[in-house]
């Protein structure tokens, strides 16, 4: 299903499906797999994510100006480290 982004409202669009999803996978961890979470997890799992987001968006990148087609590389860095 997609979604607005809704960066300024957490409560909405993407926003709030990617809190729902970390939320349940967390939970999921910390309860069946015994995942403990410290600053240390949270800070590794952030820069993880921007890494592989930045591979994908040059990815992403690179397919649309090969076949010719528009893609906003600026707003999807936007959206990585804001929503």
Do not use: C, W
Not at 9 to 31: E, F, H
Not at 48 to 72: H, M, P
Request: charged share 30%.
């Amino acid at each position: 299903k997609h979604q607005e982004a809704s960066p300024e409202d957490q409560a909405k669009g993407l926003n709030r499906m990617g809190i729902d999803i970390v939320t349940t996978l967390m939970n999921a961890l910390i309860i069946e797999e015994g995942l403990e979470i410290s600053d240390t997890f949270f800070r590794d799992l952030a820069i993880t994510y921007q890494a592989v987001a930045e591979e994908q968006i040059k990815k992403y990148s690179d397919d649309a100006g090969f076949s010719n087609l528009k893609y906003d590389r600026d707003a999807e860095e936007y959206l990585v480290k804001n929503v």
